[in-house]
């Protein structure tokens, strides 16, 4: 046989250097990460709560520390770009048709980050900041 | 006409002397409203005629001519050279096996999409005397999007999903089984979903949507699987309340 | 030399050939069907065809409407009794492909909707968007998926026909990828290969579109019919000769020269309004108005550019919405390529070679006068277009004759039996094989780009939109020398795996072959009709010329041209009346 096809290997490890777009990807999903994090603080701040003022004082403690605000600043930081990258998405996952007209990303995205901002503020209110 | 000197770095590749693939340059004199396979075809006709490479129609509708063009998959045909800069570097289509310098193996590929049956599957058979199946141009454009896609294969070429593991159906044709799943005369989705719903077919997707950036018809196949996991998690679920026992 | 065996061999995986094949396999799933192209079926030329397919659905419409267009847009050269199947036939066909899934564009009540078409005197014209041949064509591809019994040959070029006492036996194929030859045996053979509009150099055709089909059945003794009637589309984008539909027009587009004017007027087409107007102004038919154009660029009111004069296409008054809905691809296409969004400017256009009239010499059947051997689609003339197709008759015509070529072959290969003649059979194979090796060993001289930029050039000039005597004698001989030349080609690629260059040299050769029965053809047709405008015989001449021209294979000289009589039933030859005479429904 003269065929020799070539077959070139996508690194299992390091494919996602190979192009932004999967570097961008990857950053996306290692956001995920640091969500589940602060989920599993607040949870272990519950806890605490329940096992009495110590405990709770003890929390409240380690999350005002230097490295808990640092933890709490990257936390912040990837859940923007966690957010900002599943609204972008949402358009493509939830197809919203009225009649013959497609409705615009664009819009359904803004209603998103309505949503958001309408959420943030009743929170900040509720927590006397604004 | 004036011409405007480009080198053109193609990715060479021939079975039956080389070993790997290179990076062969020329210099192509190339006018103002040329594509890059305007330049590929002065090479082929003017510089060296053992160059190879797919393409037909010059209109973006054939498919035939997708490759990664400085990096990005895309149709030959459709970009100009005047958008790039003296440079241009030319390689076969990403994560399939290399036959011949520009020319991918797509086999695999001819073979998973009518793994998804990708046609029409009618609650029953219809005679010509009966004349049309109505469907108003609200039901059309619910699934027309999906009918655009060309087989130019710019999106298996995007999906690292389908570069790490070639199980995977891939984005073409799943968007193609939710092309059919979509159409109001179509009742196939059931009988599509043992390829579709399976661990090779949208659950191997996640989600990196690379394949709706590349795609030169706007087929959107990230959006149309997204989809088909929604309607495929629902039937799950309903299945299971039924106690239907449905995978 | 491996021997692989079926039942009906179908030389080509566009429109036509995947119709037959799903024909052969509803007809009889114990008859075997072999699909064979020389590229994947989705990337078949009528992928390219944007405007629609006509076929008589609406209440006001009748076939006899559709009938005469075709017959008067034919400048009568079409034979009747095919014209009168095939108007009867095309709604059921089309009908099954909106069974079958085709995505065609609707009213609101979810009926088919229709569009008006060139030399058409009702909206008869069903469309999917701008993109119907697309549409049609994957729909076959993946309808003909369903059927196990159609069994594809992809990316295997057909070299020749293997033909023993009077009959078919098969074809010899080339699979690209490996350069290796087998012998496909088959009681039958349905030639489906397209047309050979690259044989100019100006054309809407794809770079596949190189006449091997018709050549190989012209080499085979078959002989080549009506191949003068060139069709040049009016409206292609200069530079890269893109098809801009006639739907631009049909959905109310306007052609103006370069004081902004609407021409057509001026040539038998007018009066102007009510515009839009079927079979008047900017929707008669192809040839008046490409030969409009070239009256136009004679009295220097075209407009110049840099590829050739050009007329504009006015689209501007449709409105955005419209355009975005019913001409998408045509927006994308005139922004990217000429740089002109239909919404807000106009279209630079000239005419452009889009499609052959002519081709392998078919009966109302599909069948050749080669026991076994049918034809369908544009390499076929059997003989619904005449001088001069009408626009959206063509998607029609190939599932028509397409089915019907397939259900004729399923009939024959069941009543017979293969020959007992391996032997022989096998060595024409061997033959055909050495043929292709000789090219290897060649120590030609001529270059395959440089004789097909000569061919290309010499049929312009001498077979373009109107002809001389003189013109055509030197593209004739022209035509000769290059056919002598090319015995000496010369092959720079030596591989065995994926060999474009191999390709394209034997493309070449078809190429010759078919350019020479246009322009003999042409030579000798010594009147005006349809799309073959002779400036030394301007008039039509039905005493001499009511004839199909039919071209005979000589390997060593000129083809041969005699005639055959053109069949008709019920429309006597007339004359053609566009424009006031016309009583084209308004739209």
Redesign the interface.
């Known amino acids: 046989m003269n065929r020799k096809p070539y077959r070139r290997e996508l690194s299992k490890t390091s494919w996602f250097m190979t192009h932004q777009r999967y570097k961008s990807y990857m950053l996306h999903e290692i956001s995920s990460l640091f969500v589940a994090i602060y989920a599993f603080i607040l949870i272990i701040g519950l806890f605490r709560l329940g096992e009495g003022p110590e405990a709770w004082e003890g929390w409240l403690g380690f999350v005002a520390s230097p490295i808990g605000v640092i933890l709490h600043v990257l936390i912040f930081v990837f859940s923007i770009i966690h957010t900002m990258a599943w609204f972008k998405a949402v358009p493509q996952a939830m197809r919203i048709q009225r009649g013959e007209e497609i409705v615009p990303g664009k819009l359904i995205v803004g209603a998103h980050y309505g949503v958001l901002a309408a959420v943030s503020l009743f929170v900040l209110i509720l927590a006397g900041v604004a | 006409?004036e011409t405007r000197d480009v080198t053109i770095e193609v990715l060479r590749?021939?079975?039956?002397q080389d070993s790997?693939?290179f990076f062969q340059s020329y210099t192509v004199p190339c006018e103002e409203?040329w594509v890059v396979l305007d330049a590929l075809n002065y090479i082929?006709?003017?510089l060296d005629?053992?160059?190879?490479?797919?393409?037909?129609?010059?209109?973006f509708?054939?498919?035939?001519c997708g490759m990664v063009i400085n990096?990005e998959p895309m149709l030959s045909c459709?970009k100009?050279v005047r958008d790039f800069g003296d440079k241009i570097r030319v390689e076969p289509l990403?994560?399939f096996?290399?036959?011949?310098?520009l020319?991918i193996?797509?086999d695999d590929f001819?073979e998973k999409?009518?793994s998804v049956?990708?046609?029409?599957i009618?609650k029953e058979e219809?005679s010509?005397e009966s004349?049309?199946?109505?469907?108003?141009?609200?039901?059309?454009?619910?699934?027309?999007q999906y009918?655009?896609c060309?087989?130019c294969l710019c999106c298996y070429a995007?999906c690292?999903q389908y570069?790490?593991d070639d199980k995977f159906i891939g984005p073409a044709a799943l968007a193609?089984a939710h092309r059919?799943n979509a159409?109001s005369?179509?009742v196939g989705r059931s009988a599509r979903e043992d390829v579709v719903a399976s661990h090779e077919g949208i659950w191997e997707c996640?989600?990196?949507?690379?394949c709706?950036?590349v795609c030169p018809k706007d087929v959107?196949p990230?959006?149309a699987i997204?989809?088909t996991?929604?309607t495929s998690a629902i039937d799950y679920i309903t299945g299971m309340v039924s106690g239907g026992g449905k995978k | 030399m491996e021997i692989i065996e079926t039942d009906i061999a179908i030389v080509g995986a566009g429109g036509a050939g995947l119709r037959a094949a799903i024909e052969v396999a509803e007809a009889d799933p114990n008859v075997k069907v072999l699909l064979i192209s020389k590229v994947y079926p989705m990337r078949s030329h009528t992928c390219a065809a944007e405007g629609g397919a006509a076929g008589v659905v609406k209440d006001n419409d009748t076939l006899e409407y559709h009938f005469n267009d075709t017959v008067g847009g034919g400048d009568w050269l079409t034979d009747q009794d095919a014209v009168e199947y095939f108007v009867n036939e095309i709604p059921k066909e089309l009908t099954r492909m909106e069974h079958w899934g085709c995505p065609w564009s609707r009213e609101d009540s979810g009926k088919v909707a229709v569009r008006p078409f060139g030399g058409m005197k009702i909206m008869r014209t069903w469309f999917a968007a701008d993109k119907t041949g697309f549409h049609m064509l994957h729909t076959l591809f993946q309808t003909s998926l369903k059927y196990p019994t159609i069994e594809r040959l992809d990316e295997y070029y057909v070299t020749d026909l293997m033909v023993e006492d009077g009959r078919v036996h098969g074809v010899v194929v080339m699979e690209i990828r490996t350069g290796k030859m087998t012998l496909v045996r088959a009681k039958a053979v349905i030639i489906c290969s397209g047309g050979a509009g690259k044989i100019f150099p100006f054309t809407t055709n794809g770079a596949i579109k190189t006449g091997d089909g018709m050549a190989m059945a012209y080499r085979a003794g078959v002989p080549l019919k009506d191949m003068e009637f060139v069709q040049y589309h009016p409206t292609g984008l200069p530079a890269t000769g893109i098809l801009l539909t006639e739907g631009c027009r049909g959905e109310g587009g306007i052609l103006v020269n370069k004081d902004g004017y609407r021409f057509l007027q001026d040539y038998g087409l007018g009066p102007p309004d009510p515009w839009p107007r079927l079979k008047a102004m900017e929707l008669g038919p192809r040839d008046r108005l490409s030969q409009a154009f070239w009256h136009e660029q004679k009295k220097g009111r075209t407009i110049p550019s840099p590829w050739g004069d050009v007329m504009h296409l006015d689209m501007r008054h449709l409105g955005e919405k419209k355009i975005n809905e019913r001409l998408p691809l045509i927006r994308e296409l005139s922004r990217l390529y000429a740089g002109a969004d239909p919404v807000h400017e106009l279209v630079p256009v000239r005419p452009v070679v889009h499609y052959m009239m002519g081709g392998i010499h078919t009966n109302i059947d599909g069948a050749t006068p080669l026991a076994g051997l049918y034809a369908a689609g544009e390499c076929a003339c059997v003989s619904i277009n005449g001088a001069n197709r009408l626009g959206s008759n063509s998607l029609g015509e190939l599932l028509v004759f397409g089915a019907r070529a397939a259900r004729n072959a399923v009939d024959y290969v069941k009543s017979t039996e293969y020959l007992n003649k391996v032997k022989t059979i096998q060595a024409q194979a061997e033959d055909a094989q050495s043929r292709v090796k000789a090219l290897f060993q060649s120590q030609g001289t001529e270059s395959v780009p440089g004789l097909r930029k000569e061919l290309n050039a010499t049929m312009e000039e001498g077979c373009g939109i109107y002809r001389t005597e003189a013109e055509i004698k030197a593209t004739c001989d022209k035509v000769t020398e290059i056919r002598a030349r090319y015995k000496d080609v010369k092959l720079e690629d030596t591989s065995t795996v994926f060999n474009t260059d191999l390709l394209q040299t034997l493309e070449l050769g078809c190429m010759i072959e078919v350019a020479q029965t246009v322009a003999v053809s042409a030579f000798e047709r010594k009147e005006s009709r349809g799309a073959h405008q002779r400036l030394d015989y301007e008039k039509r001449d039905d005493v001499n010329y009511l004839k199909h021209s039919m071209a005979h294979f000589d390997p060593d000289g000129d083809p041969r041209i005699d005639y055959l009589d053109v069949v008709i039933t019920k429309s006597q030859p007339a004359e053609r009346i566009y424009g006031a005479g016309a009583e084209g429904q308004v739209v």
């Open positions: 006409m590749y021939r079975p039956e790997e693939p409203h082929k006709d003017e005629r053992t160059l190879s490479y797919r393409w037909s129609c010059h209109m509708v054939c498919g035939s990096g459709k100009f990403s994560n096996p290399i036959e011949r310098d020319v193996v797509q001819m999409l009518s049956k990708p046609y029409l009618p219809r010509i004349g049309e199946y109505l469907q108003t141009p609200a039901q059309l454009k619910t699934y027309k009918t655009m060309i087989n995007a690292p570069g790490l193609l059919y159409d005369r179509d996640s989600f990196v949507g690379a709706s950036l959107e990230a959006g997204q989809q996991k929604f």
